[in-house]
């Protein structure tokens, strides 16, 4: 069963805002991932993390940031929002010593901005 | 450019056999993987191949040929809870995965 966790999982707010999506897993999982769907699409990877204090972009540009400073937390924030921003947020998480094909995912965040 | 193509929908009934195809076009390839999502729901990963030919699941198999750059995933004895959408994966590299368009599986009684 994995243990992955994102809160909260439906937000709405209004242009401008900042906001931080939260994540947490306790399966000690060193790789950590952050992928934006929108309804009835493919997932695009915005964010990854190897471990602690590591942080890559992903495949889709964003305007979004990342920090991983404990193994559990993968927290990611939007400065600014837009509506261009209203999507769901998934965040999924690894065994270094399984392969990158088998991602356990968080019941994800569904983010609307007006 | 990287791309994944599978077919927007599938149909069918309750104890049907479906093969949801997958074809590829990456600049690297490790491995083809599949996972279906409800809606509303996590993706939960369903199968894996590396290497070309069929792996078996319970219901489920997957099937890769890489010089086809082609795979697909035959589900067997549908059951109405398998209505879900199914994405194909490759990792290009070691670390990232790249999703297909995904195929929304409808199955009627």
């Known amino acids: 069963e994995a243990d992955i966790y994102q809160t909260p999982r439906y937000l709405v707010i209004g242009t401008g805002k900042k906001i931080t999506l939260e994540c947490s897993q306790t399966?000690?999982?060193?790789?950590m991932y952050w992928y934006q769907q929108d309804p009835g699409m493919e997932l695009h990877l915005i964010h990854y993390?190897?471990?602690?204090?590591?942080?890559e972009k992903g495949d889709l540009s964003s305007e979004s940031t990342v920090s991983r400073i404990r193994t559990e937390h993968f927290p990611l924030t939007l400065e600014s929002a837009r509506p261009s921003h209203t999507s769901q947020y998934l965040c999924?998480?690894?065994?270094?010593?399984?392969?990158?094909?088998?991602?356990?995912f968080g019941p994800g965040t569904r983010l609307t901005v007006l | 450019g990287q791309s994944l193509e599978q077919p927007s929908e599938v149909t069918a009934v309750e104890g049907a056999i479906v093969q949801i195809n997958c074809t590829y076009q990456?600049?690297?390839?490790?491995?083809l993987s599949w996972y279906q999502q409800h809606d509303g729901g996590a993706p939960t990963f369903l199968s894996y191949?590396?290497?070309?030919g069929l792996e078996e699941t319970g219901r489920f198999s997957s099937f890769l040929s890489r010089s086809d750059s082609y795979g697909y995933l035959l589900l067997q004895e549908l059951q109405m809870k398998d209505s879900a959408s199914y994405f194909c994966?490759?990792?290009?590299?070691?670390?990232?995965?790249?999703f297909g368009t995904g195929t929304r599986l409808q199955v009627f009684p």
């Open positions: 999924a998480s690894r065994d270094r010593l399984r392969g990158v094909n088998e991602q356990f």
């Open positions: 990456t600049s690297g390839f490790y491995g």
């Open positions: 191949n590396a290497l070309d």
């Open positions: 993390s190897y471990g602690v204090n590591s942080t």
């Open positions: 994966a490759v990792n290009g590299d070691t670390d990232k995965l790249i």
């Open positions: 399966m000690g999982h060193d790789k």
